[in-house]
């Protein structure tokens, strides 16, 4: 009876360990590369979430982290990674990590998916690793996630209890998400915004609910300009947007007293600047913004 009881134990003992384990039980994160680009560096700097690995970077505490996580069908290399990545240093000596979680985001839809909280977790514990190698802290530290990389920013938010400073969501994705009570939320960080560009229509890739502090509809929220009925091509409008508030100070949005408001273009309130990199920003509420259909919008 004895020999029984110790193995019922030892079961009970690994499940514990496994729920508090969590997302990172499922090892899809484990297979994460993360690519650091400074101004200094033309060529981007691979490391690994050990404590030894980041301490060979050449990361500093006094720059502010920014981390990009790209989302179905993307990778490291990604439009959207050196967009984003070179508008940012362009204008500000920052860290830029690259999250390339490719090894999943390129199988099917539901295949990445099912790795996207996985993904976050360990991108959360990432995270932690810098705060505690003393390179980064984590009232510096903002996540910019696009489509399922939305997502998974919520998770590596909340795998480090909604500390980071700040997450920007560009046009989190919809399907499989819009009744997920683990999709992105105000409490994974400081500041949740999030920049809805494809979120309504026939089989949007986004997803049109609020979901941060501050969640911005540009042009509504769906039909970009020069996108001509393209939902994909609303759909990367989001980080285009992102990329463009970096550089450029005119995009700006005004506040809705409603949702029915800002879906009637009818918003008059006081204007609020989309995107950017400041890791203290103010706002709250529903927004509208109508831009241009070319670059910078």
Known sequence: ???????????????????????????????????????????????????????ETSMVLTRNTTIIVHGHGGSGDTTLNPTVQNALLQVEDAEVIVVDWSQYSL??????????????????????QLVEAGVAAYGSIHIVGFG?????????????????????????????????????????AK?????HTDGFGLLPNGIGTNLGHVDIYANGGEGQPGCFLSSACSHQ???????????HSHLNAHSCNSFAEMRLNRCRGILFPIGTNA???????????NTGRRYPY
């Open 1 to 55: 009876m004895f020999p029984k009881l110790i193995l019922v134990s030892a079961a009970l003992v690994a499940c514990n360990a496994l729920h508090s384990f969590g997302p990172r039980s499922s090892k899809q994160g484990s297979f994460n590369e993360y690519l650091l680009f400074t101004r200094a560096s033309l060529n981007p700097e691979v490391f690994n979430s050990s404590l030894a690995s980041i301490q």
């Open 107 to 128: 199988q099917s839809y539901t295949n990445a998916v099912n790795a996207v909280p996985s993904v976050g977790a360990y991108l959360g514990s990432l995270i932690s």
């Open 148 to 188: 399922l990389g939305a997502h998974v920013a919520g998770y590596a938010g909340r795998g480090v209890n909604g500390q980071v400073a700040r997450i920007t969501g560009l046009d989190p994705s919809g399907n499989q998400w819009g009744t997920n009570s683990n999709r992105l939320k105000s409490s994974d």
């Open 191 to 195: 500041y949740v915004e999030v920049i």
């Open 237 to 247: 409008r989001a980080w285009e947007l992102f990329a463009a508030s970096l550089t």
């Open 279 to 289: 890791m203290s920003k103010f706002g709250n509420g529903v927004y509208r913004i």
